[in-house]
């Protein structure tokens, strides 16, 4: 479906504003500010402990901020618990994709969501109908398996990694959250990860990457958010950078640089 065609399509999918949030003495996330619109990958870069999974467990209503304002479409919403998040149209692919190794794709794809018969026929399974939009599914994205009944644990990352994808579609969100789709991934799977999210914003998604990878960010985001120790602090638009600014936003060199050349004025 066009997401354009869906009521308040203008304006951005998810809109997050000053959000806050800390585990005890730790600061994790300070005032950030994020939006996603239909169509649009924004990648969130930040070394490690700069807050990128606390925000997305907050998007995805397994964390709750302490302070701020999360909108969709426009709406203010709580989303105080992953069925919620679900609710609004959001969905996560955490990074251990949560696959059961021992079912095959299609089982994995309808996990909690099968597909039953009618009350009268004691709503058995109903596995052909599953399949089919199993092969529609992983049509749309270009996934390819030789086998939908293999199990699992027998496909490469990058498979499993396309089958957790098409998982998030099965509820047709708006919104994908991919918490580090490529790591651990060799360099053709990393590629056809990163043409799975250009399907994503094809199809008129918000996409919302979590990377560490440089080359992968700038492969696929139209937008970059940068956050260090809890705060945002850089954001650059598609070619509007350049590498060693990603570095510098996500290391804080930027800001050293900042503060010699503000003794040099002194
Ligand atoms: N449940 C928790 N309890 C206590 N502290 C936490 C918890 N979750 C995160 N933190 C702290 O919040 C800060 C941000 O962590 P977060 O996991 O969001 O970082 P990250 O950017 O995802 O890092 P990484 O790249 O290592 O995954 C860190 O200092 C972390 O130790
Ligand atoms: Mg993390």
Redesign the pocket.
């Known amino acids: 479906m066009d997401r354009d065609d869906r009521p308040g399509g203008e304006g951005p999918l998810l809109e997050l504003t000053r959000i806050s ?1 800390h ?2 003495g ?4 300070d005032g950030v500010d994020l939006t996603v619109s239909a169509g649009e990958v924004v990648a969130l870069i ?12 907050i998007m995805s209503g397994v ?1 709750s901020p302490d302070s701020g304002e999360i909108r969709v479409r426009g709406r203010a919403v709580r989303l105080d618990s992953p069925r919620a998040a679900a609710e609004a149209g959001i969905h996560t692919v955490f ?1 251990d994709l949560s696959l059961c190794d021992n079912l095959d794709a299609v089982q994995n794809l309808f996990l909690g969501h099968e597909r039953c018969g009618p009350s009268w026929t004691g709503r058995r399974v109903r596995r052909h109908v599953m399949e089919r939009q199993a092969q529609q599914i992983l049509e749309s994205l270009s996934v390819k398996l030789r086998s939908l009944s293999a199990p699992v644990s027998e496909l490469s990352g990058g498979q499993r990694q396309g089958i957790a994808i098409c998982r998030a579609l099965i509820s047709d969100p708006a919104v994908v959250l991919l ?2 789709p490529t790591a651990a991934l060799g360099v053709s799977q990393r590629g056809e990860v990163l043409d799975l999210v250009d399907r994503l914003r094809e199809q008129g998604r918000g996409v919302v990457v ?1 990377s ?1 990878d440089i080359k992968d960010v700038q492969r696929v985001a139209d937008r970059i958010v940068a ?1 260090r ?2 705060s945002k602090v850089a954001e650059f638009a598609r070619d509007g950078y350049a590498a060693s600014d990603l570095v510098g936003a996500m290391t804080g060199a930027h800001e050293r640089h900042d503060d010699v050349r503000s003794e040099e004025s002194r």
């Open positions: 949030k585990f005890g730790v600061r994790a996330l930040g070394d490690n402990g700069a807050g990128k999974s606390t925000l997305v467990k964390e990074q918490d580090e979590i560490h956050l120790l809890g």
